[in-house]
């Protein structure tokens, strides 16, 4: 094995308006690169590993700009595959204190990740990989998405690698209904599951962070691990029939957009 990590997403443009600002009265916006898989790549790459990242692109100035950020980082995207007439999916964020929160508004219908398939990109990487890292956001873009995704964990296994599946559920992607019965197979064929608190309740009817909690979720998903998020409360792990806690290190939210994929980052290393 290579001991590469290889995850496979979507980046998109993120758009953010300043401190006390909302979409409806910006004047400017900040422009940054942002995407579940693709942030643990450049996470795990900035910790020193090595780490490949799988797409499908646009070749247009801001596709151009997402492949040119992760590589900056040190990420791995020679195998991202270059879509000619596409666009590239772009979210804008307002981040304010409470009780207003995050408010992510999603432009990406149509863009060149969504129409990955397994024909349409090259998993070929996950054939000497370490780790193979997919996340629910992923299988959420499409149909051909979510069977390009479950495909990279076949090759991966295949070829000894761990598997690590990131439930990652957004409500305004797709359906708690869908979203469970799309990646119950995927999280069957994961060596290590991460789920928060909420998805666990809002997808597989776990209730409330616990011993109990972790145990039921780890039976109901067939997994082998689970790492079950509570926030500030520390992390849930289930292995082997037993169950331990973790108690969260206090730390100062600065930006709480990309925090599970950097925990998730965390954890594979």
Known sequence: MTGAVVTLGEALIRLSVSDGRTLANARSLELLVGGAEANVAVALARLGKRATWISRVSRDPLGQRVVAELRSHGVNCDHVTWAEQSRTGVYYTEIAPAPRGISVVYDRRGSAATGMSIDSVDLSPADNAAVVQVSGITAALSDSCAETAAALLARGRASGAKCVV???????????????????????????????????????????????????????????????????????????????????????????????????????A
């Not at 809002?202 to 039976?219: I, M």
Request: net charge negative; proline share 4%.
């Open 166 to 268: 990131d439930v990652n559920f957004r409500a305004k992607l797709w359906s708690a209904e869908i979203a469970a019965s799309t990646l119950r197979p995927m999280c069957a064929a994961a060596d290590v599951v991460v789920c928060t608190g909420e998805d666990a309740a809002d997808l597989f009817g776990v209730h409330s962070p616990s011993a109990e909690a972790v145990g039921h979720l780890t039976k109901a998903l067939s997994a082998p691990t689970v790492v079950l998020t509570d926030g500030a409360n520390g992390v849930w792990l289930g292995h082997e029939g037993r169950a331990e806690h973790f108690v969260a290190i206090p730390t100062n939210t600065i930006d709480r957009i990309g925090a599970g994929d950097a925990f998730c980052a965390g954890l594979i």
